[in-house]
């Protein structure tokens, strides 16, 4: 991975928050010798805050 760059939004549409994600991301493979794969698969994870009470 060459470079990765996020950028998360939250909008609110009367009751419904919503979120936005943005994933900027760039990978470079190279090899003297042979097959070079340059993966861009990104992996995300969400977690929901414990509401306070």
């Known amino acids: 991975m060459t470079r990765s760059q996020v950028k998360t939004y939250k909008y609110r549409a009367g009751k419904n928050t919503f ?3 943005n994933i900027f991301q760039s990978a470079t493979a190279a090899a003297a010798n042979g097959n070079v794969i340059a993966s861009n698969a990104a992996n ?10």
């Open 19 to 21: 979120i936005i994600i």
């Open 44 to 53: 995300v994870q969400i977690w929901r805050k414990p509401r306070q009470r």
